[in-house]
């Protein structure tokens, strides 16, 4: 965030009133959502804000379990196994009064799956949406899916007639840096109605007292004020000075002092998220580097002799101040498909790496640009800092060029990057979403995080065999065997699984989600 966007952050809290209202949620995180689009970016802040307004079918729990939320059941068709059928809630309204429909959901997964979007991975299975009545609709794949819900825990539904009254029947175009009605405008059926969206600086909401979950949930927050602070140190002090009584991204230096202070707490848990660098291996030539004619990146020795020159045991250590867990795969433990042994490979050898580099032909090494975030994961640029003098033990000059997310993740959707961070978690807690986005060769519907020019075409058909393998055993057997590819191939250096910590004032009642998903209508003002 530039030093303006700041400054203005800073103004918005201190114009606030210094007493916490007791059903005023203040909080704060280091970066904004990127668009309240519902679908134009599968981003976890973005997802996050959205979440308090607009509604999915069903959601997860703190737990990973399902919660039917704007569906109330959910079931295969006993007469047609390429068939989902979901039963919706009725009496459901959107905070203009509109009824929430079938038609609704068709309208927005058929939305959901235009060239614009960003969710069109998690339904490019899904062959067409039927109503069937006003409150039931049947979703039909290409054969059997049998893991389909898992999917649409982040796929939002809009008001068919708003959006067309609106002129946001299409996503907007993010990388293309449209806005668009829906950019900063909501009308979803969530808990909490948009007051007031000023991007990077402060997004105000209030509860919906029309929400149909009106007495089932507590739903004690009667107000959220947002504010995006990407400076750490501006955070912490929000935080211990009343300003802001809930935080996120809290920065690992702090957590004991926070911990410590008179009516704050901190609380932990482990994150369905990790975090690595990825590396475009498929030119011919590179932009980034110093290499003329070819691209060294290209060279698998290479990419592995990357990984040796990594130690994560110093960066959980001096970085992340124990908060991490060194990673070997780039899947959670969370995650099916996810093994104790895979995770384990990443090893640190800086003179095998040595060796391995003169083999490849680079011996006297190469420069090369390292693209990396400082808005968006736990000390994202520190961790991109301390690889650059890892990376030069072994020969390779990093430059490093940290960025807000908003202009770093185009870099990689469009293929603009050689050398970048990038983090992921998995709300399916299924391999499937890894490699249909980050393994799979990039295509109009696939593959869109795909930056490092992987294309394996017999791979890729296994990947989309995936989606409709009802024999568990041989999906499983056909997962690992995709992981093995991955690792054989180095597609990615993972680093190390993120730890939460989320820091709130004692009167704030919540549970860490795994996902980094609060939803404010669970919370509890003590």
């Known amino acids: 965030m530039k030093k303006t966007s700041t400054i203005l952050a800073i103004a918005a809290l201190m114009s606030s009133t210094a007493v916490v209202n007791a059903e005023t949620l203040r909080w704060a995180r280091a970066g904004d959502a990127l668009t309240l689009d519902p ?27 399902f919660v039917p939320t704007l569906a109330t059941d959910w079931a295969p068709d006993p007469e047609n196994p390429n068939v989902w059928v979901f039963n919706l809630r009725e009496g459901v309204k959107f905070h203009d009064g509109a009824d929430f429909t079938a038609e609704d959901v068709v309208f927005s997964f058929e939305r959901a799956k235009q060239p614009n979007s960003d969710m069109k991975e998690l339904i490019n299975s899904i062959v067409e949406v039927r109503a069937v009545g006003d409150y039931q609709v049947e979703l039909e794949t290409n054969g059997p899916n049998p893991i389909l819900p898992s999917n649409l825990t982040n ?16 996503v907007q175009d993010f990388e293309g840096g449209e806005i668009t009605y829906a950019t900063t405008n909501v009308n979803g059926t969530g808990a909490y109605r948009l007051v007031s969206r000023e991007p990077d600086v402060k ?18 927050v009667s107000e959220i004020i947002y504010t995006p602070i990407q400076n750490a140190a501006t955070r912490v002090a929000a935080l211990l000075s009343g300003e802001v009584n809930f935080l996120q991204d809290m920065p690992v230096q702090d957590l004991a002092r926070v911990d410590s202070a008179d009516g704050l707490m901190v609380k932990q848990a482990p994150q369905n998220r990790v975090i690595f660098f990825g590396m475009n291996q498929g030119a011919d030539d590179l932009e980034a580097d110093n290499v003329d004619g070819k691209n060294p990146l290209a060279d698998v020795r290479v990419r592995k002799a990357m990984s040796m020159a990594i130690n994560r045991d ?61 808005d968006r994961y736990i000390n994202d640029e520190a ?96 997962i ?47």
């Open 39 to 65: 679908h134009a970016q599968n981003e976890g802040p973005t997802h996050t804000v959205r979440h308090q307004m607009y509604e999915p079918l069903i959601i997860r729990d703190v737990t990973g379990a």
């Open 155 to 170: 796929l939002f539904m809009m008001d068919k007639g708003w959006s067309e009254a609106n002129d946001t029947v299409n």
């Open 203 to 220: 997004t105000v909401m209030v509860r919906n007292e029309e929400y149909w979950g009106r007495d089932e949930f507590p739903l004690e």
């Open 314 to 374: 110093a960066i959980r250590q001096v970085v992340m101040r124990g908060q991490s867990q060194p990673a070997g795969m780039i899947a959670p433990p969370f995650v099916n498909g996810w093994t104790a042994d895979m995770d384990g490979e990443s090893s640190t050898d800086v003179e095998a790496a040595k060796a391995m580099m003169a083999e490849a032909g680079y011996g006297d090494g190469f420069s090369i640009r390292l693209d990396c975030p400082n």
């Open 383 to 478: 961790i991109c800092q301390a690889a650059v003098g890892m990376l030069g033990q072994i020969g390779i000059t990093v430059n490093l060029d940290a960025i807000p997310k908003a202009q770093h993740f185009p870099k990689i959707t469009e293929g603009k990057t050689d050398f970048y961070m990038l983090g992921w978690g998995v709300p399916t807690y299924d391999s499937e979403y890894i490699f249909n986005f980050l393994v799979h060769g990039r295509e109009s519907d696939i593959g869109t995080w795909n930056g490092t020019g992987f294309d394996n075409d017999d791979l890729d058909a296994k990947i989309e065999s995936l989606a409709s393998n009802t024999d568990l055993d041989a999906r499983n057997a056909d």
């Open 480 to 526: 690992a065997s995709i992981w093995r590819v991955v690792q054989d191939e180095q597609l990615y250096i993972p680093i190390h699984h993120q730890v939460l910590n989320w820091g709130m004032s004692d009167n704030v009642g919540t549970e860490v989600d795994a996902e980094d998903q609060p939803r404010v209508k669970y919370f509890t003002m003590k």
